[in-house]
């Protein structure tokens, strides 16, 4: 089963940046749509970004414009670069593939907070 390792989150200011970095396992990461989700305290974790294996990118309307997932398949990883962060993203990040597996294996997750 595919495994993932997630890095990158930290503090940072409301209109900061900050660029998530997600390592997965296995030698068929190349073919799977990938995505990256988020849970924030007392909510449900939630799709936000997500990319087929040739590329092609969907968003979720609350990060539209905003977040640009993208990935290395050399490299076996997936990229969220995130600009103009807002409090409401503030959250534990994962990646995964996309639809999630029956028995998904999580990753521990990037914690990610937005505040002054």
């Known amino acids: 089963q595919v495994q993932f390792v997630e890095s990158g989150g930290g503090l940072v200011q409301p209109g900061g940046s900050l660029r998530l970095s997600c390592a997965a396992s296995?030698?068929?990461?190349?073919?799977?749509?990938m995505g990256w989700y988020r849970q924030a305290p007392g909510k449900q974790r939630e799709s936000v970004a997500r990319?087929?294996?040739?590329?092609?990118?969907y968003y979720a309307d609350s990060v539209k414009g905003r977040f640009a997932i993208s990935r290395d398949n050399a490299k076996n990883t997936v990229y969220l670069q995130m600009n103009s962060l807002k409090p409401e993203d503030t959250a534990v990040y994962y990646c995964?593939?996309?639809?999630?597996?029956?028995?998904?294996?999580w990753g521990q997750g990037t914690q990610v907070t937005v505040s002054s």
């Open positions: 995964n593939t996309f639809p999630i597996a029956p028995r998904p294996t």
């Open positions: 296995g030698s068929m990461f190349s073919i799977y749509y």
């Open positions: 990319i087929s294996s040739g590329g092609s990118t």
